[in-house]
């Protein structure tokens, strides 16, 4: 159940910092200046939110339905994983001059 995770004290802050909100949202709608700022700030803060898990559904949702990586899909360095050769590795001689 949700509502006994919460005491009264805790709900009734709440209760009070959405009644002030609200307040300077209604001040900010009648053209007090700083109020237009702070219902700015609230309403930028809420889209940028928005998009965020917005965007996070959407990366998720393409991971869920992409390929799945196998052992033998995953890029390994071929240096890393090669098997130890028979004998020493290759030597080059260096280039000779010819003039």
Same mark, same amino acid.
């Given at each position: 159940? &949700?509502?006994?995770?919460?005491?009264? !004290? !805790? #709900?009734?802050?709440? $209760?009070? &910092?959405?009644? *002030? #909100? %609200? #307040?300077?949202? $209604?001040?900010?709608?009648?053209? =007090?200046?700083?109020?237009?700022? *702070? =219902?700015? &700030?609230?309403?930028? &803060?809420?889209?940028?939110?928005?998009?965020?898990?917005? #965007?996070?559904?959407?990366?998720?949702?393409? %991971?869920? =339905? %992409? !390929?799945?990586? $196998?052992?033998?899909?995953?890029?390994?360095?071929?240096?890393?994983?090669?098997?130890? %050769?028979? /004998?020493?590795?290759?030597?080059?001689?260096?280039?000779? /001059? =010819?003039?």
């Amino acid at each position: 159940m &949700l509502i006994p995770q919460f005491t009264l !004290r !805790r #709900l009734m802050t709440v $209760t009070a &910092l959405i009644a *002030v #909100l %609200s #307040l300077i949202v $209604t001040w900010g709608s009648h053209g =007090t200046a700083w109020a237009v700022g *702070v =219902t700015a &700030l609230l309403v930028l &803060l809420v889209v940028t939110f928005a998009v965020h898990v917005a #965007l996070f559904g959407i990366i998720w949702l393409v %991971s869920q =339905t %992409s !390929r799945r990586a $196998t052992p033998q899909s995953v890029l390994v360095f071929p240096s890393l994983s090669a098997p130890p %050769s028979d /004998g020493p590795p290759p030597t080059t001689s260096p280039p000779t /001059g =010819t003039a």
